[in-house]
């Protein structure tokens, strides 16, 4: 049984993923193509763009309907609320029918949901439209995501998560600013215009070049849905892991622009989020690697500790700004290792279910940032940025003690009498 193609291990066998490297089961796929990569890591960035683009829209937008800037921010939640109920439905979906028609009708729904954005006569409905939004999200990431693990050879999977999901890192620091200079030159409107013509653009080659091979057509059987429902349990450990490092991580990235603005460095948000951007990127890239190396829980475990550290040595070194810059590169790269790692590790445990367990995981993420801006807020304002740093290395302790005593994976059914497991 191919292991890739979303079906569970047959018993007695273990997981593709727990192989040893250089040990390639039978029915393993060919290396995944170069085009379908680019195309899901293009998907991830016009997405991730969306998402990012709106914070530096808000004062435009604000003016433009005649609403006051706090009250734009309402924008970012409801999204963000969306997302988070919206997500594990759209993941319960997504292995129940064809992975591929879900994510291209939840693209042509994300260009729908622009265009309405763009025409809002009002703020209200501008806010009708970022719940659609934030629907049409939730079913995106995570079936790109599964998608391509479920094509990607065993011994690679998190690399190509990691190659995939900096598309995502790549527009918080590319694509956000780029169409914020948009913006200021043909308005906000049509920011959203070009991106809802993107995502519709690519709903297009979406529709058919995952249509070959495994993992597309359809979910997994029925029994095997039904087996993974003994393990939720386990399934909500292992996402919880997620947020607390989104909330550690958070914690730093939220409030890191305002608190340089009102230390009188506003010159330099702009290059210290690059080196931030980069490291990210580049974090994800070697938690990736390492996670299809070394074991995903090795990772997961040690980025978590590394992370604590470093938010530590944040707060330490914040008033000195270049010393702040190599330690936000460091922190990024730490960090970001860990997400594709945690999610080969979901995909690993839970192959018969993984659109979910990435949706579930993508959930957790929001409720961490989430989070982390509700109470943010009022700790930066009573102890100051630099100290409440701390708070959030201390999560990211938590995250790794977590992580390292999740419960253990059941125990796998004995073959029967007189039959061998298969190896």
Not at 14 to 36: E, K, M, N
Not at 166 to 179: I, N, R
Not at 226 to 245: H, Q
Not at 382 to 393: C, K, N, W
Request: contains cysteine; positive net charge; aromatic residues 8%.
């Amino acid at each position: 049984m191919d292991s890739t193609s979303g079906d569970p291990p047959a018993a007695g066998r273990s997981p593709a993923g727990d192989l040893p490297a250089g040990t390639l089961p039978a029915g393993t796929p060919a290396r995944l193509p170069a085009g379908l990569v680019v195309l899901a890591w293009l998907t991830q960035f016009l997405v991730g763009t969306d998402l990012f683009v709106v914070a530096p829209l808000l004062p435009a937008i604000a003016t433009s309907l005649d609403v006051s800037p706090a009250g734009t921010g309402l924008m970012i939640t409801v999204f963000s609320i969306a997302y988070v109920v919206a997500s594990p439905f759209a993941g319960w979906l997504s292995d129940r029918k064809d992975r591929a028609t879900i994510l291209v009708w939840a693209l042509l729904l994300f260009s729908v949901a622009n265009i309405a954005t763009a025409l809002a006569p009002n703020f209200g409905l501008l806010l009708v439209t970022r719940v659609v939004a934030g629907v049409a999200a939730a079913a995106t990431g995570p079936t790109v995501y599964s998608l391509v693990s479920s094509r990607a050879r065993p011994q690679a999977r998190a690399q190509v998560l990691a190659v995939v999901g900096s598309g995502l890192l790549t527009a918080l620091w590319v694509g956000a600013p780029a169409g914020a200079l948009l913006s200021q030159h043909v308005g906000w409107q049509a920011t959203f215009v070009i991106l809802a013509a993107g995502t519709f653009l690519l709903a297009l080659p979406n529709a058919f070049v995952w249509r070959r091979g495994p993992g597309s057509p359809s979910g997994p059987p029925k029994e095997a849905v039904k087996s993974g429902r003994n393990s939720t349990g386990v399934a909500v450990f292992g996402v919880a892991v997620t947020t607390l490092w989104a909330f550690a991580v958070y914690s730093l990235y939220t409030f890191l622009a305002i608190a340089l603005h009102s230390d009188g460095r506003k010159g330099d948000v702009t290059w210290l989020l690059v080196v931030y951007g980069v490291g990210a990127v580049i974090g994800g890239q070697v938690g990736g690697r390492f996670a299809d190396r070394a074991g995903a829980v090795r990772v997961t475990r040690t980025a978590l500790a590394l992370t604590a550290v470093l938010e530590a040595a944040v707060a330490l070194v914040y008033p000195a700004t270049w010393a702040l810059a190599c330690a936000l590169g460091l922190f990024a790269l730490a960090a970001y290792a860990f997400f594709p790692a945690q999610q080969r590790h979901l995909v690993d445990m839970f192959p018969e279910r993984a659109t979910g367990m990435l949706s579930w995981n993508n959930s957790a993420l929001f409720v961490g940032l989430s989070l982390a801006g509700a109470v943010g807020g009022q700790a930066v304002d009573v102890l100051g940025y630099p100290t409440f740093l701390y708070i959030g290395a201390a999560v990211a302790v938590a995250a790794c003690l977590v992580a390292g005593g999740r419960p253990a994976r059941p125990p796998r059914p004995a073959p029967p009498d007189g039959q061998e497991a298969r190896t």
